[in-house]
């Protein structure tokens, strides 16, 4: 049975930790409501380059380019977006555990961005193909690399498709992994991101607007395509890491909330035992007066 003296450490020791936990939970705050902004802000930018590219695509005819190419075979690349740190709620083990059940092949070839998917995949024998690290603001120039890196891969011929994996932010409470094709390009559609069920492109209907192309349709759909894998891959990177300090914030306040039910508990007992010790002494006290009157 623990004595006093170690439950006055252990509520001191837990103490501690509530303050860390309670700072780390601060700090995912102020970072969640910036990458949050950035998630959001980018929205509906990528909701009109859906509508404008939809809207060329209906003006190109026949026309061809090597993002579109359809092949029959199985082969794919996958790009996993995970944190490169931990003590973030379930987000990773959730993505992880969908990737791993359904899309996760011997020929899958693993492009990782974040260390806690690469160190998955190096640690279960997945085929790591890259490993990419990205800011708490993901910059454009980021998402260009990872983006590359998949684009070769495909232009190759290397795989047949390519898909995304990530944390689809919902809102501050519900994060949901998200596997989404990238390659090829076979529907303009973009990163379907937000609330469950809710639409965030509307197509435009062919031949409602008028567009004037320079030089020509096929022109400015040959060289939007590249631009649009490089923002989709962007997009992406700003929706992980909404997720990921929505649910930082979330496990550090849950964490902070137990640590502090816990003191309230040890403090319990500690104040039991106290009062068990006195009412001993007390017993001892008048237990020897008793014996020294007789």
Not at 264 to 269: A, I, Q, S
Request: with cysteine.
């Amino acid at each position: 049975m623990p004595s006093t003296r170690d439950i006055r450490r252990r509520i001191k020791s837990v103490k501690k930790t509530a303050q860390i936990t309670s700072a780390m939970e601060k700090v995912a705050q102020a970072k969640m409501a910036r990458a949050q902004n950035a998630a959001l802000a980018g929205r509906p930018y990528a909701e009109l380059m859906n509508r404008v590219l939809a809207e060329v695509v209906t003006h190109a005819g026949d026309f061809k380019h090597p993002l579109m190419e359809s092949r029959g075979g199985e082969s794919r690349a996958l790009i996993l977006v995970t944190t490169d740190k931990g003590m973030c709620g379930p987000i990773n083990s959730n993505l992880l555990r969908k990737v791993s059940s359904e899309f996760v092949t011997d020929d899958t070839r693993i492009v990782a961005a974040g260390r806690k998917g690469a160190q998955h995949a190096s640690r279960v024998g997945w085929n790591l193909a890259a490993e990419f690290s990205y800011s708490d603001t993901p910059e454009f120039t980021e998402a260009r690399v990872v983006a590359k890196m998949a684009v070769d891969l495909f232009e190759a011929g290397e795989v047949d498709h390519v898909d995304i994996a990530f944390t689809n932010f919902v809102n501050t409470l519900t994060q949901k992994p998200e596997v989404q094709r990238l390659l090829p390009i076979s529907e303009i559609k973009g990163v379907q991101a937000g609330v469950e069920g809710e639409e965030t492109v509307e197509d435009l209907p062919g031949g409602t607007s008028e567009f004037l192309f320079e030089p020509s349709a096929t022109g400015v759909l040959g060289a939007m395509l590249p631009h649009y894998v490089n923002f989709q891959v962007h997009q992406i990177l700003l929706e992980a890491k909404a997720s990921e300090f929505s649910s930082k914030m979330v496990a550090m306040k849950n964490a902070t909330d137990n640590a502090n039910d816990l003191i309230k508990d040890l403090t319990l007992e500690y104040n039991k035992m106290r009062q068990a010790a006195i009412t001993s002494e007390l017993l001892e006290i008048t237990t020897a007066q008793l014996a020294l009157g007789d």
